[in-house]
């Protein structure tokens, strides 16, 4: 167990709809990752933030956004939703965006079905 | 852009019978390379972090060494529990994201 917690842990829903995915970092970590596996892409980085504010953007798409809150949790919000929308969304935190050397520690994923 | 290759894809091997995973990189400043493992639907789990060309980390039958280009994972004696997919990643200096390699895919039989 990383520490890591995310929720919904499956979610089903249709084209066009909007969804929320849930991240709780570990107990004393600032910083909070979002990545993206699908089948064809393998692992991507979404988007990061520390101590609620945006530091990096990867291969984000507009429909998608996200935020970090008070108490750290994070939200992953995708909208507009596609077919190929479809993967694991996985959250990871760290120490601090700021450390030279630091690992990142995932959580278990969400697995996002979109029909 | 950080580049990541993993080979081989699949490696199918009788418990006992060691073997090694490669990981090329290119990576405008290196802050660290990661191995992680990940297991069916679940999220990857910290292995190793390498910082610097000679450096080698071990933890149990794993051992992770890392060159300017490339790093390996030895597995020693694996076991069936060590099937999975062993995912490498790097983290420029000027970055905090991780790029990944696509993975290799261990099948360990007893």
């Known amino acids: 167990d990383s520490g890591v917690t995310q929720t919904p842990k499956h979610l089903i829903t249709a084209t066009g709809q909007r969804v929320t995915l849930r991240c709780s970092p570990r107990?004393?970590?600032?910083?909070v990752y979002w990545y993206q596996q699908s089948l064809d892409q393998g692992l991507q980085f979404l988007i990061q933030?520390?101590?609620?504010?945006?530091?990096a953007k990867g291969n984000i798409l507009e429909r998608f956004s996200a935020q970090q809150f008070p108490d750290l949790h994070s939200e992953l919000n995708l909208s507009s939703l596609e077919l190929g929308d479809s993967a694991l969304y996985f959250c990871?935190?760290?120490?601090?965006?700021?450390?030279?050397?630091?690992?990142?520690?995932f959580g278990p994923g969400t697995r996002l079905l979109v029909l | 852009e950080d580049q990541v290759t993993q080979s081989p894809e699949a490696l199918r091997l009788q418990e006992g019978e060691s073997s090694s995973l490669n990981c090329s990189y290119t990576v405008s400043g290196l802050r660290g390379l990661f191995w992680y493992r990940q297991d069916p639907g679940k999220g990857p789990e910290f292995l190793f972090t390498?910082?610097?060309a000679g450096e080698e980390k071990e933890k149990e039958r794993l051992k992770a060494t890392l060159t300017k280009k490339e790093s390996f994972l030895h597995i020693t004696a694996p076991k069936p529990e060590d099937s999975a997919t062993y995912l490498c990643a790097v983290q420029a200096r000027n970055d905090y994201k991780l790029s990944f390699g696509a993975g290799t895919t261990v099948t360990v039989r007893a």
């Open positions: 107990s004393g970590d600032l910083s």
């Open positions: 990871a935190s760290s120490v601090a965006g700021t450390v030279h050397q630091e690992t990142q520690y």
């Open positions: 933030y520390y101590n609620g504010e945006e530091r």
């Open positions: 390498l910082y610097s």
